[in-house]
């Protein structure tokens, strides 16, 4: 055992053993302040102060605004898939209850270390955060880190530090509770605390000296280039700094500026020091002798300051941080870009990663199983349990083949499995056909102006009438024809509600929405389709002929059609309705595209002409509010009243009653809006169509269909780029189709290019 080991296990008995008392006596005997236990804590009085305005708190707070907008991008979220066999499975991420920051002290002050792991911690939803930090010899934590504590809003603040503030985390004293998992860096005595108390407690990782490899060619800035291989060699005289130079004439012109730039420097004497012992100047073959030896090395940080680096990215495969580009200092990566600074270190990237939020999160598996699942592998699991020699396991899989004796739900709901969204990060979400424009900002302050003058206690009209005037007259129609629900889904399960049923039959096309199938089976209605022609189109002899032979009570159109984007001509849908009709039906139409197809597919005026006709409509697409929740329907009045009696008071939240309003009087910036996305989309799919080996269909909506050779490998290397699609299912047809909305043109561009990639 090394003399730092044998210190650092002393230290930690002792800490258990006698507590604060221990931590006070290291505190007196390493950081030469006497301190009693009332003084271990920061005060509240110190950490409320207000935070005085400078350069320094103002730098502070645009990093940590950086920092916290990059980690709630990143945050892991709960996610669900169900197999082919009905098998629900995912993950779930939920935050550690309590972790404790390490802010070491010493020869610099680290309030970017604070932020870098208060900021993750409190996104993730840790509830107690417990920093510690050594004091000066004032007595003090360092002004910059209280400065950071504060700004951060932190409430729990030690002035303890070493091998001792570790100890007191994991075990706890009677001042310092322990926590679940400690963070942070600090110095040798530090890390082998951490090491000695791993299982006892969390840790995030051994942080030893930092590290930087620079690969440069001719065309970076050698100035650049060696300031900051100087800018991490200043951390101290362990650091480690190395220089990948693609030719002798690029590593001597670094060179010379790095003598240029240690005369200037402050920390001259430890930049030479750290170079001296750990510094590293070598020239590369080529680009894989450079990745080589970068793999080789696994450094904290990775400058890479060649003429394309990311046509060298795909080379490397150990590095805790990567910088592309000579534009892109690792300084500026250590305080504000928003990525976190925590990194692996000694070579750890090899298998170690970043500083996230989901460090500060654990992950559990969900898995629901349907009785019919469990009772169809009952057996096999019986085979295999019996095999490692678990008869309880066998034992638990067989009770489950008897019919329970328990309460169960109603017939048409057992088997049902939910409609859940599998929730998926990317930096470009081009696969839930949102609008890619917010609401604008003065709409937005508008709601909230008439909210203001709202009273929130009282039940309000559930009805929001100007907004339902205002479609009424649009559509020349009466307002008693127009329903409001917080989104049209709602108001299709109401439909559902009312006209489905036992013993009733519903006609749908496929494919289409899979929401309509689900509502079927859990209304015990019998479900009939009518499939798509060839070329995804609708083909209205086939539908009329099913609707001929079947007489559903119902049928459901999608126009446009999701997910192929399809429409139907208005004289066409004029058949459809009057065949429904003839034997009493319902047409059902989803229209939560319509603002992106033409004006020849305007099926308004149909409803004055069919009292057997609804169409259902949307905010969330062209209307840019998909997170508000709101929809309407239009109906004969007659048919309308009847819906009407499934709608329960108060349904509809007071600010979703005014945004409606709103959206309706300023409706000329939506239809602008869904101008321009349409010729995106148009544009999208004509550049698609000239791509290797990808088929386009037609669209009349804000997404399009397309198919490729290989789905599910398109679509998960998109995601890898951070572009997220849907792949399509559920029928042979579309095994191997993705839909694709339009976005901003920098999307759709950067999904273009993407694609053409990938297609090689």
Not at 74 to 96: A, F
Not at 220 to 237: F, I, T, V
Request: hydrophobic share 40%; glycine share 8%; charged share 25%.
């Amino acid at each position: 055992m090394s003399d730092i080991a044998k210190s650092v296990a002393e230290i930690i008995a002792d800490v258990r053993a006698r507590g604060d008392q221990a931590l006070l006596d290291y505190t007196e005997r390493w950081d030469g302040v006497r301190l009693d236990i009332g003084g271990l804590r920061v005060g509240a009085d110190v950490l409320d102060a207000e935070v005085e305005e400078s350069d320094f708190s103002r730098a502070f707070a645009r990093a940590a605004d950086r920092i916290g907008k990059f980690h709630s991008r990143v945050k892991p979220r709960t996610s669900l898939y169900e197999d082919d066999e009905g098998v629900l499975m995912g993950m779930r991420w939920t935050p550690i209850r309590s972790v404790g920051l390490y802010v070491p002290g010493g020869k610099a002050a680290y309030p970017s270390t604070l932020a870098m792991t208060a900021l993750p911690a409190r996104i993730a939803g840790v509830e107690r955060i417990v920093v510690v930090s050594p004091p000066g010899s004032d007595g003090e934590i360092s002004p910059q880190v209280l400065m950071a504590a504060r700004m951060l809003g932190l409430e729990e603040v030690y002035r303890v530090g070493g091998a001792q503030a570790i100890a007191a985390l994991a075990i706890g004293t009677d001042s310092i509770p322990k926590v679940d998992k400690i963070f942070g860096p600090g110095n040798a005595f530090v890390a082998e605390a951490k090491l000695q108390l791993f299982g006892e407690v969390g840790i995030d990782m051994l942080a030893g000296p930092s590290e930087l490899v620079v690969y440069a060619d001719e065309t970076a800035d050698p100035r650049w280039a060696a300031a900051d291989l100087l800018a991490q060699a200043e951390h101290d005289e362990s650091t480690r700094v190395t220089l990948l130079a693609s030719g002798q004439g690029v590593l001597e012109a670094v060179r010379k500026c790095v003598a240029e730039l240690l005369e200037e420097s402050p920390r001259r004497e430890t930049i030479e020091i750290s170079l001296e012992r750990n510094g590293s100047f070598e020239i590369v073959a080529d680009p894989r002798s450079a990745a080589a030896r970068i793999d080789e090395i696994a450094p904290e940080h990775l400058a890479i300051q060649v003429a394309n680096p990311f046509s060298f990215l795909p080379l490397v495969r150990n590095a805790g941080a990567i910088f592309l580009g000579k534009e892109s200092p690792v300084a500026i990566g250590d305080y504000f870009a928003g990525p976190n600074h925590v990194l692996p270190t000694g070579g750890t990237a090899r298998f170690a990663s970043c500083l996230s939020v989901e460090d500060f999160m654990k992950r559990s598996n969900l898995v629901r199983m349907s009785l019919d699942f469990t009772r169809d592998s009952s057996r096999d699991v019986e085979e295999l349990a019996l095999g490692e020699g678990l008869p309880a396991h066998a034992t638990s899989v067989a009770l489950r083949r008897q019919e329970p004796g328990q309460a169960r739900v109603r017939g048409g709901l057992q088997g049902v499995t939910p409609y859940l969204l599998v929730e998926e990060e990317g930096e470009t979400k081009l696969n839930q056909n949102e609008s890619p424009w917010d609401i604008p900002g003065e709409l937005k302050d508008e709601v909230s102006r008439r909210l203001k003058d709202l009273p929130w206690n009282r039940y309000h009209q559930s009805i929001p009438q100007a907004f339902l005037d205002r479609i009424a007259a649009d559509a020349d129609l009466p307002t008693g024809s127009v329903l409001a629900a917080s989104g049209s889904n709602l108001i299709l399960q109401w439909i559902f509600e009312a006209y489905a049923g036992p013993g009733r039959s519903i006609l749908v096309p496929s494919p289409s929405f899979s929401l309509y199938p689900l509502w079927a089976q859990v209304t015990e209605s019998r479900l009939e389709t009518v499939q798509l022609a060839e070329d995804l189109s609708y083909d209205a002899d086939a539908i009329l002929a099913a609707i001929r032979g079947g007489r559903p009570d119902m049928m459901v159109l999608c126009l446009p059609n999701n997910p192929t984007g399809s429409e139907l001509e208005t004289e066409k849908t004029r058949e459809i309705a009057a065949a429904v009709g003839e034997y009493g039906g319902l047409l059902v139409i989803d229209e939560a595209y319509r603002e992106f197809s033409a004006e020849s597919f305007d099926r308004t005026a149909l409803v004055k002409e069919f009292d057997n006709l609804v169409l259902v409509r949307t905010c969330s697409k062209a209307f840019s509010a998909a997170g508000m929740r709101l929809g309407y329907l239009l109906a004969p009045v007659a048919l309308a009243t009847e819906l009407s009696k499934l709608v329960p008071p108060f349904h509809l939240g007071l600010f979703t009653a005014v945004l409606g309003d709103v959206l309706w009087e300023n409706r000329t910036i939506f239809d602008e809006r869904a101008v321009k996305l349409n010729a995106q989309r148009r544009r999208m799919q004509e550049e698609a169509e000239k791509i290797s080996g990808v088929k386009v269909f037609p669209s009349e909506a804000n997404f399009f269909l397309f198919e490729v050779a290989d789905a599910g490998r398109v679509h998960d290397e998109l995601k890898k780029r951070g572009i997220l699609i849907r792949r399509q299912g559920g029928s042979e047809r579309l095994e191997n189709c993705l839909r694709v909305n339009a976005g901003t043109i920098e999307e759709n561009d950067g999904f273009l290019d993407a694609l053409r990639e990938i297609q090689g």
